[in-house]
């Protein structure tokens, strides 16, 4: 499971609060093609408590989630990052 302490969806038609940048500057800041549906983005902590932003396709999932949260269920999505991944629990291992 992946704890998460945000999430936020951006894409053509919506972009997250506060955020002055149009979809297809966000998307070359991030490294990431242009998408019809967007993307999603997840906040987690890595370890050491390194900040560590998840740019994912998983939209309607994350606004899942974000409709969960805003009914006060604690919900996080279960996850198998790839191995290796820097984010996986302990890089490199089969987890």
Do not use: I
């Not at 997250?16 to 297809?24: I, L, N, R, S, T």
């Amino acid at each position: 499971m992946t704890r998460l302490v945000g999430a936020a969806v951006f894409g053509p038609l919506v972009m997250p609060a506060g955020v002055e940048e149009g979809h297809g500057e966000a998307c070359a800041c991030l490294g990431v093609a242009l998408r019809s549906e967007g993307w999603a983005l997840w906040n987690t902590w890595g370890e050491g408590g390194l900040e560590v932003t998840l740019v994912v396709s998983a939209v309607e999932t994350t606004v899942g989630l974000l409709e969960n949260w805003s009914r006060g269920r604690a919900v996080d999505p279960a996850c198998r990052c790839r191995r290796g991944s820097p984010w996986s629990a302990g890089a490199g291992s089969d987890r």
